[in-house]
């Protein structure tokens, strides 16, 4: 089977934490926990799940770049963007059209966008 790994985009301006989550009311912070729990639930029973996480914002990011004489460490991503990838899973799927349909309940249960892509394929030996 193939790996897909499907990505929650934010807007770089959001930046949303745990801390800024605290924020939201909630009855409907319990209400998206409890649906991408699910969620998780419904991957694992369907031996679809591999990993998953979320991810601390840009600002936290230090970009290394060794390739060069002397090693070089910079605050902040390589890119600056509008967009970031806030969290992530890894799953493995039969096909796109299987893929994408776990990424529309990915999006029904956190009410966000789901961008799916496939995993490169192991080099043959």
């Known amino acids: 089977m193939t790996q897909y790994f499907l990505t929650l985009p934010h807007d770089s301006a959001e930046e949303p934490t745990m801390e800024s989550m605290q924020e939201m009311d909630p009855a409907e912070l319990e209400a998206v926990f409890a649906a991408v729990d699910a969620f998780n639930t419904?991957?694992?029973e369907a031996g679809a799940f591999v990993t998953a996480g979320g991810l601390m914002p840009p600002s936290s990011a230090v970009t290394v770049d060794a390739a060069g004489d002397a090693p070089t460490r910079?605050?902040?991503?390589?890119?600056?963007a509008d967009a970031y990838v806030g969290g992530?899973?890894?799953?493995?799927a039969a096909d796109e059209e299987a893929a994408l349909g776990w990424a529309e309940q990915a999006s029904a249960a956190l009410q966000s966008r789901i961008e799916v892509r496939a995993l490169q394929e192991a080099p043959e030996a």
């Open 74 to 80: 910079t605050p902040g991503p390589f890119v600056e």
């Open 88 to 92: 992530f899973w890894i799953i493995e």
């Open 42 to 44: 419904a991957l694992h």
